[in-house]
Nanobody
Framework: QVQLVESGGGLVQPGGSLRLSCAASRMVFSINDMGWYRQGPGKERELVAH???????NYSDSVKGRFIISRDNAKNTVYLQMNSLKPEDTAVYFC???????????????WGQGTQVTVSS
């Protein structure tokens, strides 16, 4: 069973930075699109950033210019560099990936367990 394992969350002051990482728990046949979502208190889960296998990216308007998504295909890992953090960025951040675990298994979407990011002074 493939799992996505996230790390890098924590408490940071406004204006600070954090880097999230998300890696597949084992080698897989292929990983297509990867992305980061977040769910703030009392809010629905929303897309933060998305990256294709080839490296094309898009961002939500709320994080554009502050967050950078990247990936290392050799390590099956996606990153989210978060700069100039604001209190409204406080949320649980989830990674998502479309993975084909092996050649005979269809592509499916997988979620990480979530990592808490709290921006507060």
């Amino acid at each position: 069973q493939v799992q996505l394992v996230e790390s890098g969350g924590g408490l940071v002051q406004p204006g600070g930075s954090l880097r999230l990482s998300c890696a597949a728990s084992r080698m897989v046949f292929s990983i297509n699109d990867m992305g980061w979502y977040r769910q703030g208190p009392g809010k629905e889960r929303e897309l933060v950033a998305h990256i294709t296998y080839g490296g094309s990216t898009n961002y939500s308007d709320s994080v554009k210019g502050r967050f950078i998504i990247s990936r290392d295909n050799a390590k099956n890992t996606v990153y989210l560099q978060m700069n100039s953090l604001k209190p409204e960025d406080t949320a649980v951040y989830f990674c998502h990936a479309r993975i084909r675990p092996s050649p005979l298994v269809p592509i499916n979407g997988y979620w990480g367990q979530g990592t808490q990011v709290t921006v507060s002074s």
